[in-house]
């Protein structure tokens, strides 16, 4: 790793608050003018945090650590600052990508809803608070980041989504508010201890009291993993997830299970992993439990659902479980493959779901026997939708099968043979859940006529398939980026 690399240009903080500022004039315009000004507007702002991303990427994969920091308020020792390192950079464009992406999709998707004007300028926020948690560098803005993309994220499912959106929506801000609440505590109790509030100097002061205060500490790191495994949707915190990604609106699903449950690694990862490592020596085992728990329940139950988007729910309760394996094993190769997973599963579910928008906004349908034939009529979907299903279910040679790889070495090298053999059997029951979709939306007896959508459906999915493909072949930068992350975070292993 180089040294930090003090940025003269805050790029960083404009790819944070340049949205949030640009939030009301969203707002502004599509009152002023219409909703598609609104859309062309939230897209443009959705887009310059992209381009900065893209930009940094060079320096990103070199190793260099970018930061920004302002004084705030001196007297607190509150600053504002944010970092983009090897941790943050994968998150940071996976939200970034996947954000813009799917405001261009809500472009046409979402055409036919009412209140379009609110719904791009909440989509606009959501996206920003996304970005705010992952470049942090302090507790107090982290929680704030965290708590902003609570908010639009609950407007954005209780006012556009399906079935019952009011109660969905009440029973989503109840629990992963409840899961803030814990992670708020946590954080809260580890400032207090230290009277420190930077995320960076809080590991060095956590060492040097980790003898005296370790059952103390124990507890906090438990707080911060409860509070993030409620936004992962880990068993057992995992019952919001199911009715919250099935009901929303298909772009947001897109961002709640590609992006969104993906901060609850990004907090493990840094606050547990990166500041209090050695607590993980206790907690290993217990986390890993619940992570193989994870796969199965989520998997069994995905292999039962007939609803498209609910079946994709269940599976990234399934897919979570991958990744905090992964984490809990404390090796280079699995904490590795975890992180590698984030992005491999961000994007393909991402294409996934705005796959089964395909096939609700043009047929109007989501019940898969009900569905059939459709491969001959929507290639382009048949085929985004089947390298989705295969790189999630780790087939060789697409991106989900070197990072799931990584994930059973790791449990492998932890001496978890038992757990690493059921994992393996959660992929079959993941491929058979995903085959058993295509078969039944692609193939077999034709139930109705249909067409690829248009190019501003499809032109979204189009970057996110190159990435699937190209993520099994090309991904030796980005994963030599992660192994830096990969090899600080696995020192609490016991020699």
């Not at 998707?109 to 791009?120: I, N, Q, V, W």
């Amino acid at each position: 790793m180089l040294p930090w690399t003090a940025l003269q240009i805050p790029l960083l903080s404009f790819a944070v608050f340049l949205p949030i500022v640009l939030t009301p004039l969203t707002f502004l315009v599509g009152r002023v003018g219409s909703w598609r000004a609104a859309a062309v507007f939230c897209n443009a702002a959705l887009l310059i945090p992209l381009l900065i991303m893209v930009y940094l990427t060079p320096d990103a994969l070199s190793g260099k650590t970018l930061y920004e920091e302002y004084q705030w308020v001196p007297a607190l020792g509150l600053t504002v600052g944010f970092v983009l390192d090897s941790l943050s950079y994968p998150f940071a464009l996976l939200i970034t990508l996947v954000g813009f992406l799917a405001g261009v999709y809500s472009s046409k998707y979402m055409e036919k809803e009412h209140g379009l004007t609110s719904y791009f300028t909440l989509l606009l926020l959501f996206v920003a608070g996304m970005l705010g948690v992952v470049l942090v560098t302090n507790l107090f803005l982290f929680y704030i980041f965290w708590e902003l993309m609570l908010i639009p994220s609950y407007a954005l499912i209780a006012y556009w989504g399906t079935g019952n959106p009011r109660l969905i929506g009440f029973k989503y801000f109840i629990f992963t508010h409840a899961g803030a609440l814990s992670l708020l505590i946590g954080i809260a109790w580890l400032a207090a201890l230290f009277n420190n509030l930077n995320i960076f100097e809080l590991g060095a002061l956590a060492a040097s009291q980790a003898a005296a205060l370790r059952p103390v500490l124990t507890t906090i790191a438990v707080l911060i993993f409860i509070g993030a495994a409620v936004k992962m949707a880990v068993f057992p915190f995992h019952t919001w997830l199911p009715d919250a990604h099935a009901e929303a609106p298909t772009p947001i699903s897109v961002l709640l299970s590609g992006v969104m449950i993906k901060t609850g690694v990004y907090a493990v990862a840094r606050l547990v992993l990166g500041i209090l490592p050695f607590t993980m020596v206790d907690l290993r085992l217990p986390v890993a439990v619940l992570a193989v728990l994870s796969m199965v329940w989520g998997g069994v139950m995905a292999l039962v659902q007939n609803d498209v988007k609910r079946l994709l729910a269940y599976s990234s309760i399934s897919q979570i479980g991958y990744i905090v394996f992964g984490l809990a094993t404390g090796n280079v190769a699995g904490i590795q493959g975890g992180l590698f997973h984030v992005l491999n599963h961000g994007f393909a579910k991402s294409l996934l779901f705005m796959g089964a928008g395909v096939l609700i906004h043009e047929l109007n349908e989501r019940d898969i026997r009900r569905l059939g034939g459709l491969a001959s009529k929507m290639p382009l979907t048949a085929t985004a939708m089947l390298l989705g299903g295969l790189s999630i279910a780790g087939t060789p040679p697409l991106g989900g099968f070197m990072s799931e790889w990584m994930i059973f070495t790791g449990g492998i090298e932890a001496g978890w043979t038992v757990f690493v053999a059921i994992a393996i059997f959660a992929t079959a029951i993941t491929a058979g859940y995903y085959l058993r979709m295509i078969r039944a939306v692609f193939f077999g007896q034709a139930v109705a006529e249909a067409k690829d959508p248009a190019i501003s459906m499809l032109g979204p999915m189009s970057p996110l398939i190159v990435l699937v493909v190209v993520l099994g072949f090309l991904a030796a930068p980005l994963v030599a980026v992660i192994a830096d992350t990969a090899s600080a975070l696995s020192l609490y292993i016991p020699r």
